[in-house]
């Protein structure tokens, strides 16, 4: 007997057939994805296409497509070879890219019977939520946190969406206390790893760092870019034997001073404790035993903490400079698997601590609190992914309202709920939705203004009054009454593309524009 064989047996032949002509997008070939892309190959769907990143070592251990020669390849082509051993008749595109570029806008979407999301990054998977109202499609959401797991679906106008109730916001400290007045070891986690790692070896995205507009928050940016500065110009110095002492001294003793000669900020606080580079030399040269190998769970001395920060600051400058003998804008990414960077990490993180009296921590406690870390289950994997496809039944089938979410709880238990009705004061789901066509390098904020936002209800506008509206894309305000330098620039110039959502606010409900290219 053949798959399909068994596959007709157990589904009958109206699912099957529903099944084997249906069209998936799956979003995420992760610890979900896997399980979820094996699962599908083996239930009788045909058609499937998958996206997302580039694999790391850390994925082995429970995304079980891959293995230790697929390291650094795209997840969706690897994924795809594998799942194509399972059953080689299926047809599945792969892609790698980013499910927010502009070709994949609604009228790509509208193109699938379904989405399965099975994602961890909150921004894409309020973007796939948004693009699978706008399109009017089934979505099917997941996700897993340790042991716990959940899935459930959405659909415009009769279940809540992902957007329904609030998420929990990443967290973000001020500028101003992880640059300058650190009081919690979490404080000199984020500046070893959002800043020190970022501006000697990456990007220099300081995405933990909260940047406020208040006049002392805007002081110490001020000095971070000043720092930041510095820091460029002792990167050039990487490869040479005085490296490590240059950084050292200039972020545990030259801003150290610095920050001493604020008088005013230390008359309530403890005041910090500079460094001394070549005395701390002095000191571990005269030691016996050596640093080389030490427990996880150990505090480091200072002098060990002295010791492991030179030794992996060169080592990721070496790594650093032969990638970049191949690829000039190569940068070293922050990895908790990468033991180079967690040692200079925590390293950093402890001598800084060390500084401002700050209780120091293990690599153990620090690679938690740099990497968030929740265990990631094979297992619960697994259990989620087998639901979702039994969901994706579900819909096949036309049950949406009765296609209960599902919940695996403590003690691996299942609970299953009952679909909530969309949240009435959703700014997502319950917004009006429209696509509008326009030229990108002609249309102007007042062209959308005038031609479709005014404009009366009778003649195909919106019917909203010029001093009610506000158009936002994201968080960021493009127009209102009181701002409208941006009214008569172009939406190439705005940076708007193909596929970005208008919000418009100003009307009884709000309104979404959806752009597409005329």
């Known amino acids: 007997m053949t798959r399909d064989s068994y596959n007709k047996r157990v589904l009958g032949k109206e699912l099957y057939e529903k099944v084997s002509n249906s069209r998936v997008l799956l979003v995420g070939a992760g610890g979900i994805g896997c399980e979820l892309l094996k699962n599908l190959v083996l239930s009788g769907f045909n058609n499937i296409e998958i996206d997302l ?17 697929h390291v650094k390849q795209a997840k969706a082509h690897i994924a795809k070879e594998s799942a194509l051993k399972f059953n080689p008749s299926v047809n599945i595109v792969s892609r790698m890219d980013d499910i927010k570029s502009p070709q994949y806008n609604v009228q790509w979407f509208k193109q699938f019977t379904l989405v399965l999301n099975a994602l961890d990054n909150l921004g894409a998977r309020r973007h796939v939520n948004a693009m699978c ?22 659909k415009k106008n009769i279940t809540e969406c992902f957007d329904c109730q609030p998420k929990p916001t990443p967290t973000t400290y001020p500028v101003c206390t992880i640059r300058s007045t650190p009081s919690a070891p979490i404080h000199c986690v984020v500046w ?30 001020a000095a971070l870019a000043r720092e930041t500065e510095e820091l460029k110009a002792i990167k050039e110095a990487m490869g040479s034997s005085d490296y490590a002492k240059k950084v050292f001294e ?32 002095t000191e571990t040269d005269e030691q016996v035993d050596g640093v080389d ?32 003998k191949t690829r000039k804008d190569a940068i070293l990414a922050f990895d908790k698997d990468d033991d180079d960077a967690m040692v200079f990490v925590t390293a950093a993180a402890n001598l800084r601590a060390h500084i401002f009296g700050i209780p120091e921590k293990s690599l153990f406690d620090i690679k938690s609190m740099a990497g968030n870390i929740i265990p990631a289950i094979a297992t619960t994997n697994a259990v989620i992914a087998g639901l979702v496809v039994m969901k994706t039944f579900g819909v096949l089938r036309g049950e949406i309202k009765d296609n209960q979410r599902t919940y695996l709880t403590t003690g691996s238990r299942l609970v299953q709920e009952s679909n909530s009705e969309p949240n009435p004061l959703c700014g997502v789901c319950k917004s009006r939705n429209s696509t509008l066509l326009v030229n990108f390098e002609k249309a102007t904020i007042n062209d959308i203004i005038n031609k479709a936002l005014v404009l009366p209800i009778e003649q195909g506008g919106a019917g909203i009054e010029l001093e009610d509206i506000a158009i936002l894309e994201g968080n960021r305000m493009l127009y209102d009454i009181d701002e409208e330098e941006n009214a008569k620039l172009s939406l190439k110039e705005l940076s708007l593309t193909e596929g970005k959502i208008l919000r418009i606010e100003g009307s009884e409900q709000d309104i979404d524009l959806l752009l597409e290219a005329m």
């Not at 429970?62 to 230790?68: A, D, K, V």
């Not at 006049?215 to 110490?220: G, I, K, L, V, Y």
């Open 53 to 69: 990143d580039t694999i790391d070592i850390s994925n082995l251990n429970r995304q079980f497509l891959f293995q230790r020669q």
């Open 133 to 154: 109202l706008a399109a009017d499609i089934p979505l099917i959401e997941s996700g897993t946190q340790g042991y716990l797991g959940q899935t459930y679906v959405i």
């Open 192 to 221: 070893a790893k959002s800043f020190l790692f970022s501006q000697l070896f990456g990007n220099a995205e300081e995405d933990d760092l909260q940047q406020d507009e208040s006049e002392e928050n805007a002081e110490e940016i």
């Open 250 to 281: 200039k972020v545990y003793h030259t801003d150290i001073d610095r920050l001493l000669s604020m008088e005013s900020m230390w008359k309530n606080r403890d005041r910090p404790i500079p460094l001394d580079f070549d005395q701390l030399k």
């Open 293 to 324: 190998s030490l427990p996880d769970q150990k505090v480091w001395t200072l002098k060990e903490s002295f010791e492991q920060f030179k030794e992996s600051a060169v080592r990721l400058a070496d790594r650093l400079l032969e990638d970049q």
